[in-house]
């Protein structure tokens, strides 16, 4: 997988400057209209739009580019990385740089929405689904998103020509730029109506509730944040909704540590079995309940692993290890059998 600090040559605690400065001296050399290489200008372009979001940067950080494997969600678009279909890496350039193509028309995704979901270490073991009532903009249902009263008559913007964007300059000591943007009276879309939607003011979209459904992936750990494509506010007169970012809160209040996908937990054993040997039984996670092997001669620290009984990997390959350290229970008050017989085995030389 490409490694879109590398292909910025930025390290992975980069400031957001320290990116844009490095995205506009690459963007400059590689560009197509000068002379550069398309297919390492998107490279670059999609390495910027991803490391210069927040939201973005922090999902490509915990899983990569193609983002966690849910097994669900599909009705929300399902979790996983950013989409490129609404995105024109030109746009970037000329949003820095002032030339481009030519003129385009962009569209502008709706908002994306930030939640915070508390689950606990028991929970992600397994995939959890979660449903949640969630307020956000959806597409107006008089106008069917467009923000237009039905039959309205549209004109071309007499502002940007049709063309969506209009060119501003500007000036600075390094001389004059040109900057192309949105245009403001049409919002990009080239074109005004005469009248309109009654329900939505124009906006295309309206606010209410609704309850959804989506998937935590068994392996997810705090901090991490899922992406649910499409889950966000509804884009204005008909453009593409944005996304719904979830945070996740792993509570732990088991006995249990995590690191990773590793499990860490103290058993405790008497002095007898740890010099004798015993078997010893552990409540997992799960519930489920299973035999540990204390091996002969055992000291207080020691160590046993059991193979594939931590978290499951996020990856939905495989799954950590537990690691159980050894507490031997040394006893504070002894009867007077026990302590007859600790001296007889003092006598032999324990």
């Keep these: 997988m490409e490694d879109y600090y590398k292909i910025l040559g930025v390290s992975r605690d980069a400031s957001k400057e320290e990116i844009k400065k490095a995205y506009r001296k690459l963007a400059h050399k590689h560009h197509p209209d000068k002379g550069?290489?398309?297919?390492?200008?998107?490279?670059?372009?999609?390495?910027?739009?991803?490391?210069?979001?927040?939201?973005?940067?922090?999902?490509?950080?915990?899983?990569?580019?193609?983002?966690?494997?849910?097994?669900?969600?599909?009705?929300?678009?399902g979790f996983g990385g950013f989409s490129q279909e609404d995105f024109d890496f030109g746009d970037i350039f000329e949003e820095f740089f002032g030339f481009g193509r030519g003129p385009r028309k962009k569209r502008r995704k709706g908002e994306d929405i930030g939640i915070r979901i508390v689950t606990s270490l028991e929970n992600v073991i397994k995939?959890?689904?979660?449903?949640?009532?969630?307020?956000?903009?959806?597409?107006?249902?008089?106008?069917?998103?467009?923000?237009?009263?039905?039959?309205?008559k549209k004109k071309t913007c007499s502002t940007c020509k049709g063309q969506g964007k209009v060119r501003k300059e500007s000036g600075s000591f390094l001389g004059s730029f040109a900057q192309i943007t949105v245009c403001p009276d049409c919002e990009g879309e080239g074109s005004t109506s005469d009248k309109k939607c009654t329900a939505c003011h124009g906006e295309g979209r309206v606010k209410r509730g609704k309850e959804m459904e989506f998937t935590i992936p068994a392996g997810i750990d705090s901090g991490q944040t899922l992406r649910v494509e499409g889950a966000g506010n509804a884009g204005r007169k008909g453009t593409p909704p944005g996304d719904l970012l979830v945070e996740i809160v792993v509570e732990n209040k088991t006995a249990f540590k995590r690191r990773g996908e590793n499990l860490y937990y103290?058993?405790?054993?008497?002095?007898?079995?740890?010099?004798?040997?015993?078997?010893?039984?552990?409540?997992?996670?799960?519930?489920?309940?299973?035999?540990?092997?204390?091996?002969?001669?055992?000291?207080?620290?020691?160590?046993?692993?059991?193979?594939?009984?931590?978290?499951?990997?996020?990856?939905?390959?495989?799954?950590?290890?537990?690691?159980?350290?050894?507490?031997?229970?040394?006893?504070?008050?002894?009867?007077k059998k026990q302590k007859e017989l600790l001296q007889e085995l003092k006598k032999e030389g324990l």
Excluded: W
């Design 36 to 77: 550069g290489d398309e297919k390492t200008f998107k490279k670059i372009s999609e390495a910027y739009h991803t490391l210069s979001d927040d939201g973005k940067r922090r999902q490509y950080d915990a899983f990569g580019k193609s983002g966690p494997s849910t097994g669900g969600a599909s009705g929300a678009g």
């Design 127 to 152: 995939d959890e689904k979660k449903k949640i009532k969630l307020e956000k903009l959806f597409p107006c249902d008089k106008c069917d998103g467009s923000g237009d009263e039905k039959g309205a």
């Design 266 to 335: 103290e058993a405790k054993v008497s002095y007898a079995q740890a010099v004798l040997g015993d078997k010893i039984e552990i409540t997992l996670l799960s519930g489920k309940k299973v035999n540990l092997k204390i091996p002969e001669g055992s000291k207080p620290g020691d160590v046993i692993r059991m193979s594939g009984r931590g978290v499951p990997k996020l990856s939905g390959y495989g799954q950590g290890n537990l690691y159980v350290t050894l507490k031997v229970d040394v006893p504070k008050k002894l009867t």
